[in-house]
């Protein structure tokens, strides 16, 4: 594919040179980056990157091509991607293209040849921000108008516009042992799978689904899922999180989800100045002891009391916060930042990460998360403990 001369602009005026990689043409996003090393076609196709321009910290990117397996939705949703040196042929037994044919076909506009480094260092240092990348406009001050017209993430209400537009049903593998209406706000792929492999039928729902369409499916519990935008706009969700908590099914939430439980249960959000975004963070499990390395995909986070609209500030060991719905402890913390990555309510049958424990791509280290969450539908809640999950699910039979 002939590149041609292309241009970065970030909204604070910080200007890359590079190629053109992929379609030709211009696009505007937030500018944010993935420090994974491997899982490009995943991230590219993560729903939660949808108006995102995703730079790679990872130097040489398509080395292993595409294929048609390992899409985490049904087409790329990143704004525009940025690369330092791609491959000039992939090349792996899995493969059946290459990734800037990929991403030419799809429309996705990128650049190449980027000091990526530097860009990364640029973006810790101010906080992600808004970017245009342009192969079709050379002048850096007449980009940089354009991206200061761009829409900002904070604000942004995007749900709905990567959710399912119609129910759909991924069985359980084997023996059936339990349903779960999973509200998509922006769902992988490989969520469903994590649950399949444990005998769970998932019905997903689109974002705007009801408290009567999710009981309509006859789950056994509701998953809330990952996904793009800023969880401060997500009225309609935590309502619907209110009412499953009132009725006492139990839940489970996933990054945005995670976020719309906290804010269902009484708890804000705030911004990350550059978010966590790549395969390889560190998160204690503070249930049993254990740090993971894990997989994260967010630039928002939930707000603990007392640490204000920052992470500044210790969380509270052991620390129980009485809410409408009863008691809430921090579950998971990230020990880079301190960043609180999960929650655990201790009177409903309820429990949050913030990170991906579906990992694709990534790490396994928080698979058994789905194990918890059968073990909160069997009953014995979030941490092998007797609970309010499908034994004790008295507020579902007046529904």
């Known amino acids: 594919m002939k590149r041609r001369s292309a241009i970065l602009v970030l909204e604070d005026g910080r200007t890359f040179h590079g190629e053109s990689y992929g379609s030709v043409g211009e696009t505007f996003g937030e500018a944010v980056f993935n420090t994974g090393m491997t899982g490009y076609q995943e991230t590219l196709t993560d729903p939660s990157y949808h108006r995102q321009v995703v730079v790679q910290t990872a130097p040489h990117i398509g080395n292993t091509g595409v294929n048609g397996e390992d899409d985490e939705s049904d087409r790329i949703w990143v704004a525009g991607y940025v690369v330092r040196d791609p491959a000039r042929i992939g090349s792996n037994w899995r493969a059946t293209g290459g990734l800037e044919d990929r991403l030419g076909v799809e429309g996705v506009v990128g650049i190449a040849g980027v000091d990526t480094r530097a860009l990364t260092r640029h973006l810790r240092e101010r906080g992600a921000m808004r970017v245009g990348i342009s192969s079709v406009e050379d002048d850096p001050r007449t980009l940089l108008e354009r991206v200061r017209q761009s829409p900002q993430m904070v604000g942004a209400d995007l749900s709905a ?3 399912t537009a119609a129910p759909y049903v991924v069985e359980a593998e084997g023996e059936h042992r339990y349903t779960v209406a999973a509200l998509d706000l922006g769902i992988k792929r490989n969520v469903p799978r994590r649950l399949a492999a444990r005998g769970v039928t998932t019905h997903v729902l689109p974002a705007g689904s009801t408290i009567d369409d999710l009981l309509a499916t006859g789950a056994d519990a509701v998953f809330f899922s990952p996904g ?35 804010r269902a249960l009484g708890f804000g959000t705030y911004k990350l100045g550059y978010g966590h975004r790549g395969i390889n963070q560190p998160v204690l499990d503070r249930a049993t002891g254990k740090v993971e390395v894990t997989s994260h995909t967010h630039g928002f986070a939930g707000a603990w009391p007392g640490r204000g609209d920052g992470p500044a500030g210790a969380v509270v060991p052991d620390q129980v916060i009485e809410t409408e719905f009863g008691g809430v402890q921090v579950s998971h913390v990230c020990l880079n930042d301190n960043v609180v990555e999960g929650l655990r309510a201790v009177d409903v049958p309820a429990f ?8 694709a791509a990534g790490p396994h280290d928080a698979d058994y998360l789905f194990d918890r969450f059968a073990e909160l539908i069997e009953g014995r809640g979030p941490d092998g403990q007797p609970g309010a999950g499908r034994n004790h699910s008295e507020g579902r039979t007046n529904a």
Do not use: K, M
């Open 161 to 163: 516009e990567v959710s």
């Open 228 to 262: 793009p935008g800023d969880p401060a706009t997500a009225d309609g969700p935590v309502a619907l999180a209110r009412e499953v908590l009132s009725r006492r099914i139990p839940l489970f939430g996933i990054c945005f989800g995670s976020q719309i439980l906290g």
């Open 352 to 359: 949050t990460v913030q990170y991906h424990p579906e990992a």
